[in-house]
């Protein structure tokens, strides 16, 4: 029997470009993702966030639902383009407003917020001034969190600068599977050290004005060897470097590891980094975020560095299938490999505290004829993985919160509305919410946080 302590807060987790719509209220710019999704070819069935899960007029019912959940936290994130519509300047009144109220509303149900401040929709103007290959991006970041934190301070009770920036700088610029589309290697490194730096600033800027805690929020792959080899064990470092470290060293260590240097060394000479940089990078933080789904079992191989793999250098590799069981997304179902990471993660850098930010599975969800959903292999999924956290503090891994992803069906980047992943499903035609089983079995979870 695993019991979470009194003060484990436990929660649910959403981003608004993935369930706000509304994207031409109340003068809010346009980011980067109503362009991608409005590009042909982009996300499955031509989905966009246009209206999405309705949150934007539906919020207060969505948070009645977390308050039911019985949930001690809700994080959702900030959308750049309602607090700046071209992502410089004065903020736009009627998106600070929104947020106000959101934050409000889950103060008086009494939910601790933790809000995201990028979850990846980029004001599409500063894209076009080169996005997050322009060294200038991180500046309008800091001046972007700098209107937010000062409209809505203390009230929030956790920041998190960025949502996975893995995924921002690596599918957006050298995969080209999310917005902005781009392809090409070496912008995905001058992406990365730019949302370091955003990150960075953006610390910098919270502290300025808040006492709340502050971190980020990362998707650290968990690689595992498939074998005891070197080689094996070797692919998994030079990953490591260019996928995970690359990220968390500079902003907890405030240098980049010589490995991820050396395995990038033929795509770029990292001479973007300017003097005094990892400094600003190297703020103290309160905790860092985990995302995890799925791990990713590798061996070694022999081959070259692949052109336009988001593994940017990484050569003499070999990947392997995902294991079964799998999720509708096609990865394999690990509960171990969330303990694994964890605990890798403690091990690396012993002094930060840690949350789960997302963790969730989508489904081949079916309403049967009553209307209900009843999906076991969520609520089994949410149970394991739970206990995978309970098992990870065991072992000594200061972990202190757990977030379900998500709340709510909702618009799942380039898979559109085709992947399901909420405890809670919406109707996209009618805009109804109904709580699947595994909501019910989190909401009595909850009451006794004992598995
Ligand atoms: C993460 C994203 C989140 C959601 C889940 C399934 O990479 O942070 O927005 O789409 O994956």
Known sequence: MTTFGKDFVFGTATASYQIEGAVNEDGRGRSIWDTFSHTPGKVVNGDTGDVACDHYHRWASDLDIVAELGADAYRLSIAWPRIQPTGVGRANQAGIDFYSRLIDGLLERGIKPLVTLYHWDLPQTLEDHGGWVDRDTAYRFADYVELVAGALGDRVWSWATLNEPWCAAMLGYVTGEHAPGRRDPESGLIASHHLNLAHGLGVQALRAQTHSRVGLVVNYHQFAAADDSPEARDAVERLDAVANWIYTDPILRGAYDPRTIEVTKNVTSWGFVADGDLDVIHQPIDYVGHNYYSPTWILGGTNQA???????????????????????????????????????????????????????????????????????????????????????????????????????????????????????????????????????????FLATRTL
């Not at 149970?383 to 618009?411: Q, R």
């Open 306 to 444: 692949e052109a336009g793999s988001p593994w940017v250098g990484v050569d003499n590799v070999t990947f392997l299938p995902p294991k079964k069981p799998l999720s509708d997304m096609g990865w394999a179902i690990d509960p171990a490999g969330l303990t694994a990471l964890l605990t890798r993660f403690h091990e690396r850098y012993p002094d930060i505290d840690l949350i789960v930010a997302e963790n969730g599975a989508a489904m081949p969800d079916t309403v049967d004829e009553h209307g209900e959903i009843h999906d076991a292999d969520r609520t089994d999924y949410l149970k394991t993985h739970i206990g995978a956290v309970g098992d990870a503090i065991e072992k000594g891994v200061p972990v202190t919160g757990y977030f379900t992803w998500s709340l709510l069906d909702n618009f799942e980047w380039a898979f559109g509305y085709t992947k399901r992943f909420g405890i809670i499903r919406v109707d996209y035609d009618t805009q109804q919410r109904t709580w699947k089983d595994s909501a019910r079995w989190y909401q009595q």
